[in-house]
């Protein structure tokens, strides 16, 4: 059974960091692009970042400069390092990936970040 397995979410006070983790478990194949979303109460979820299998990069503007997501060792394993980090940051952070290549999207069950002024 393919799951996205998240880890890593907290209370950080502003200016802190934290690193969240990603497992695409279930999976054998390479998956090509992996990325994270997030979405505050009573907005729509948006882009964070993504990263393809070729280390290419894509990053939502207001996260630019501050968060970097890459790829893990392991397999199909995925990482955000989020530093400097704002009260508006504050939301649930979502794992994402097409698993195989042309099926389905799968989504983890989110993880909370919540940053303190």
Same mark, same amino acid.
């Given at each position: ?7 890593? %979410?907290?209370? @950080? ?9 990603? $497992?695409?478990?279930?999976?054998? +194949?390479?998956? #090509? ?26 990053? %939502?503007?207001? @996260? ?9 060792? $392991?397999?199909?394993?995925?990482? +955000?390092?989020? #530093? ?34």
């Amino acid at each position: 059974q393919v799951q996205a397995v998240e880890s890593g %979410g907290g209370l @950080v006070q502003a200016g802190g960091s934290l690193r969240l983790s990603c $497992a695409a478990s279930g999976t054998f +194949l390479t998956i #090509n692009t992996m990325g994270w979303y997030r979405q505050a109460p009573g907005k729509q979820r948006e882009l964070v970042a993504t990263i393809t299998d070729g280390a290419s990069t894509d990053y %939502g503007e207001s @996260v630019k400069g501050r968060f970097t997501i890459s790829r893990g060792n $392991a397999k199909n394993t995925v990482y +955000l390092q989020m #530093n400097s980090l704002k009260p508006e940051d504050t939301a649930v952070y979502y794992c994402n990936f097409r698993y195989p290549p042309w099926g389905p999207s799968y989504w983890g069950q989110g993880t909370q970040v919540t940053v303190s002024s």
